[in-house]
């Protein structure tokens, strides 16, 4: 069974700029969520996507856009970045269909915005 | 913002030592989840609690959810180095929604 992957690991972008972060989901499961975690902090939802669509959404602003794709992988996409957007992207998997809360975290991709 | 509160937020401990930590909210929970975290990776889920006053065990790791909904609990017996990290509950609000999680209990181990 193939974990949740991201890519890349590490990003450093500057202020203004825009960045496209990827996730595969865990084999078997159709439901991604993104998370931003700023240092010293839990991770705090950005939104979710089941069935290539958009399923929730946290409180962070519309320059924050992702996509899922036929295969159950996603993308997240910030655009405009700010300095405050620096943070640990977590990717998390889960099966909707197993009516379970249980998300699987990705190792993250750092993001640096200088 | 949160709505998870955690405690203690750090805690040195001698290797061989139990630990406990807790996690507390004002809203009532109808799953708790605890995560662990190492540095550089990303949290991996150690138990889920679904029902009021589940005991379950995961190893040395036993957890609790608390008969009112609003708390669980999470012990670490005979602790080792590697349980070093932070460690997080987290929870759905209702429904399919996401987890929100606590800010953490960051745990060191002195061998």
């Known amino acids: 069974e193939t974990g949740v992957t991201q890519s890349p690991t590490h990003l450093i972008k500057t202020r203004g700029q825009q960045v496209t972060l990827r996730c595969s989901s865990q084999s078997g499961h159709n439901t991604v969520s993104w998370y931003q975690q700023a240092l010293g902090q839990g991770p705090q939802f950005i939104f979710q996507y089941y069935r290539e669509e958009e399923n929730g959404r946290g409180n962070f602003p519309p320059r924050f856009s992702g996509l899922q794709f036929p295969n159950y992988s996603s993308e997240l996409n910030v655009n405009a970045l700010e300095l405050d957007d620096s943070a640990l992207y977590l990717c998390a998997s889960s099966s909707r269909l197993a009516n379970s809360y249980e998300q699987y975290f990705g190792p993250g991709t750092r993001l640096t915005v200088t | 913002g949160q709505q998870l509160n955690q405690s203690p937020q750090s805690m040195f401990i001698q290797e061989g030592e139990d630990v406990s930590m807790n996690c507390t909210s004002s809203?009532?929970?109808?799953?708790w989840l605890w995560y662990k975290q190492e540095p550089g990776e990303g949290p991996v889920l150690l138990i889920a609690?679904?029902?009021?006053?589940e005991l379950t065990s995961n190893g040395r790791l036993t957890a609790q959810f608390g008969i009112t909904r609003k708390d669980s609990f999470l012990n670490i017996s005979a602790s080792i180095p590697s349980d070093v990290g932070i460690y997080f509950c987290?929870?759905?609000?209702?429904?399919?929604?996401?987890?929100?999680f606590g800010k953490g209990t960051r745990l060191s181990v002195i061998a």
């Open positions: 609690l679904y029902k009021a006053g």
């Open positions: 809203s009532i929970f109808n799953t």
């Open positions: 987290a929870g759905p609000l209702s429904g399919n929604t996401p987890l929100v």
